[in-house]
């Protein structure tokens, strides 16, 4: 019965190289390559005819790919003159309405930013987060008064939004209260994006874990205004895309 292995002396004289004797020549063998394992007492190991080896082309981590293709639809979507938005509700429900909206371009510059009149509730943990009472929407334009102000910004435009399925749903269904619907639209999730960038492991495998707007920002040495109010969030959101555009990664967790 023929032997299965080489001995490694059998090994050493026929020239053969392993794949880190390869790596040492600045090789790697040839896809399908031939080889042949050799016996060292406890394990068996590969050796390869270095005539069937070509240079050696080191393989890009997963994860710096999915980072690479981060950087570049980060980059690709700033090319579009995006516009960036940011609301603060009155919860997070079917029922839920905007009460504060701002809008900002790729430069920072607010383009509206308006508190918005609200017909149910507001419900206490919105309120604390964002700080925004009843009291203070008194005198605050409704709805309706500030609709063709937002659609005429954002018609057949690029829109950024931290959680752009919350933040588009919210606005819709507060249009839709008052009859109105927003116009065609392109929205972009800051947020998904991000978590690619960053790329905390989720309780799913190969999902990614949402960071918070205010970790995304401190993780990209971007000291957030924490008053968690519309047009902060949208300033801290487009340093972020920027960041992120930038293509330069580091591992800095918030303190």
């Not at 896809?31 to 068996?44: L, P, R, S």
């Not at 070509?54 to 516009?83: C, F, G, H, M, W």
């Amino acid at each position: 019965m023929a032997r299965m292995h080489l001995t490694t002396e059998e090994a050493a004289a026929s020239g053969w190289l392993t794949i880190t004797q390869l790596k040492a020549q600045k090789l790697q063998p040839k896809h399908g390559a031939q080889f042949k394992t050799v016996w060292q007492g406890h394990f068996h190991y590969r050796i390869y005819d270095p005539e069937q080896a070509e240079p050696y082309r080191a393989q890009t981590p997963p994860s710096v790919l999915l980072r690479r293709q981060a950087r570049d639809t980060a980059r690709d979507i700033l090319k579009t003159n995006p516009v960036l938005i940011d609301t603060e509700t009155t919860g997070l429900g079917d029922d839920a309405e905007v009460i504060e909206i701002s809008i900002i371009d790729v430069n920072g510059l607010v383009l509206f930013s308006s508190l918005v009149q609200c017909q149910g509730e507001i419900h206490p943990a919105a309120s604390q987060v964002s700080g925004i009472t009843h009291a203070d929407l008194i005198g605050q334009p409704t709805w309706p008064e500030i609709h063709a102000q937002i659609s005429a910004i954002i018609a057949d435009r690029d829109v950024v939004m931290y959680g752009a399925e919350f933040d588009d749903r919210l606005m819709q269904q507060t249009a839709q209260r008052h009859g109105l619907d927003l116009p065609p639209h392109r929205s972009h999730c800051a947020m998904r994006l991000y978590a690619q960038w960053w790329q905390q492991e989720g309780k799913e495998k190969g999902q990614w874990r949402w960071q918070r707007l205010s970790n995304a920002a401190l993780q990209c040495a971007y000291k957030p205004d924490l008053s968690h109010r519309a047009t902060a969030d949208c300033l801290t959101m487009l340093a972020v895309m920027k960041y992120v555009a930038k293509g330069k990664f580091r591992r800095k967790l918030p303190a």
